[in-house]
């Protein structure tokens, strides 16, 4: 089975070219994402045909569990399909468990840059899903924030919102490279009050355009970066009055820039590249 390998600031994947809706591929992917004995991956990509868009997207954890969304994955699959001449179209739409999602593509099939139209964010809580005491925390234009979380001995302020998948925010004022995101990631992604895991972000501040962050991505662990990450990280920060519409984002594996003006989509942008091909004989 022939493969690629591709990345987005960091956040790789293993991506395959297929038309089967039968295999179990959250076998696969536990095993070609395994770093010391497959071919090392944060994720398994199908490029697929779809019959609502112009192309399908399906990813898989390093779990075998199946996500919803992928901001980087997205940008990745988009940038394969422009570098391998799959098609040669600069705006392409992308069916995703999600949702369509819509990309624009410029500079060269090298290293291309793409912007995602991600889908508008989701506030309610059933729709996360999370599911929230009455009285804790605080709404702001719909989203609830400030949700006191206790992660060990470690209180937390959290704000939850969707971007096709769930996320939980939390802002802290120190540098993001002291949180100990190793002990308490896997505390906030599997809290009962997450009915289908969440994915956690924590981030700082830095000016009205600019924020550090880092993810645990559910089903994976930490990762160098993560689109729907970053999308909910600055939504919550234009809501909180943090930032303005466009912000960029800093990550272990490099800078994304998100843009929301408060309604509507989110967008964010970014670079992406083939890294190698190869060949699973497994």
């Not at 949702?99 to 809580?125: N, Q, T």
Request: contains cysteine; hydrophobic residues 40%; proline residues 4%.
């Amino acid at each position: 089975m022939d493969f690629t390998k591709v990345q987005s600031v960091g956040n790789d994947f293993v991506l395959i070219e297929t038309a089967d809706t039968k295999s179990d591929w959250s076998i696969l992917a536990g095993a070609v994402c395994n770093r010391h004995f497959g071919v090392g991956a944060d994720g398994l990509l199908l490029l697929m045909p779809s019959d609502k868009a112009d192309f399908r997207m399906r990813i898989f954890n390093t779990d075998g569990s199946e996500a919803e969304a992928c901001g980087n994955g997205l940008r990745c699959l988009v940038h394969y399909i422009n570098a391998k001449n799959v098609s040669d179209a600069k705006n392409l739409t992308i069916e995703t468990l999600g949702g369509v999602r819509k990309a624009e593509i410029s500079g060269d099939s090298g290293k291309s840059r793409i912007r995602i139209g991600m889908g508008a964010p989701i506030f309610e809580p059933h729709s996360i899903p999370v599911n929230t005491e009455l009285g804790k925390g605080g709404l702001v234009c719909g989203m609830t924030v400030n949700y006191p979380f206790q992660a060990g001995n470690v209180p937390l302020k959290l704000g939850f919102v969707s971007m096709g998948n769930p996320h939980a925010v939390y802002f802290t004022d120190k540098p993001v490279n002291e949180f100990s995101l190793a002990e308490i990631g896997p505390e906030v992604e599997k809290a009962p009050i997450f009915p289908r895991k969440t994915n956690f972000e924590v981030a700082r501040v830095r000016s009205s355009r600019s924020i550090e962050m880092r993810v645990w991505e559910r089903g994976v662990g930490e990762t160098l970066a993560c689109g729907s990450g970053a999308c909910a990280v600055a939504v919550a920060s234009w809501i909180m009055g943090y930032t303005g519409d466009t912000v960029d984002i800093t990550l272990p594996g490099g800078k994304l820039t998100a843009e929301w003006s408060g309604q509507g989509d989110v967008f964010l942008t970014g670079e992406a590249e083939i890294v190698f091909t190869g060949a699973w004989l497994k």
